[in-house]
Structure formats: structure tokens, C-alpha cells
């Protein structure tokens, strides 16, 4: 732990994290994180103590602050798809009254029309 913490590691790449803190110890990753909690905890109270952020908080607030850019963009473009939405129905809505006066004009054209019989040519 000192090694890391003083910036001198000679078994790991001197990380702030419990993985380069096992393996600077030389032990499995889960004897820190599920037997030796302690050590686990006091590690990152030294880190932050020395005014430093674990990489492994560091990585999360970075997801997390992509995630909530994400997050704004997914709102923004739900809401032009909203608004698109509502401009295609009231676009289809007036289509359809349109077909339907159009419908009634070519009924009325028919109801009023005279209706003529063409001669028909006779084969000599």
C-alpha cells in the first residue's frame, strides 16, 4: 500500500485501485475485496486522505457523466419524435378529410352525369 500510495509500485502499474493493490501485495484480487475488507477500506481512506480519487471512482464518475449525456440526448430526441408524431397525424388526418371530399365530388360528379351510349361499329 505505501509503495502505491508513495508512487514507487514494483509489482503493479501503481494504479489507485484494489487490483493494483493486490497485485502489489502479491495476492489474489478477492483477498482484498472479500476477506480483507479492512485493509480494502483503509486503502481508499489513505487515497482520499492524500486528496486523491481511486481510479476506480474516477473510471465510474466518468461513466457516469457519459451516461447522463446520453441520457439528455435520448430526452431531446424523444421529444423532436413527439413532435413529429403529432405533425404526421395531424398530416394524415387532413389527407383524409381531403380523400373524403374528394370521394364525395367524384359521387356527386357520377350522380349527375348523363350517361351516353357509343354506337357500336357492325362487322360487314
Do not use: C, W
Not at 20 to 49: G, S
Amino acid at each position: 500500500m505505501d509503495r502505491i500510495l508513495a508512487g514507487h509500485p514494483e509489482h503493479s502499474n501503481g494504479a489507485l485501485t484494489i487490483v493494483a493493490l493486490a497485485l502489489e501485495a502479491q495476492v489474489p484480487r478477492n483477498a482484498l475485496t472479500q476477506r480483507h475488507t479492512d485493509l480494502k477500506a483503509e486503502f481508499y481512506e489513505q487515497v482520499r486522505a492524500r486528496g486523491g480519487t481511486p481510479d476506480s471512482e474516477r473510471r465510474l464518475r466518468q461513466q457516469v457523466r457519459r451516461l447522463k449525456e446520453l441520457r439528455a440526448a435520448d430526452a431531446k430526441e424523444i421529444t423532436q419524435l413527439k413532435a413529429d408524431v403529432e405533425a404526421l397525424v395531424g398530416a394524415l388526418h387532413q389527407a383524409t378529410v381531403e380523400n373524403s371530399h374528394l370521394h364525395r365530388q367524384l359521387a356527386d360528379r357520377r350522380a349527375h352525369a348523363i350517361v351516353r351510349v357509343q354506337p357500336t361499329q357492325t362487322t360487314p
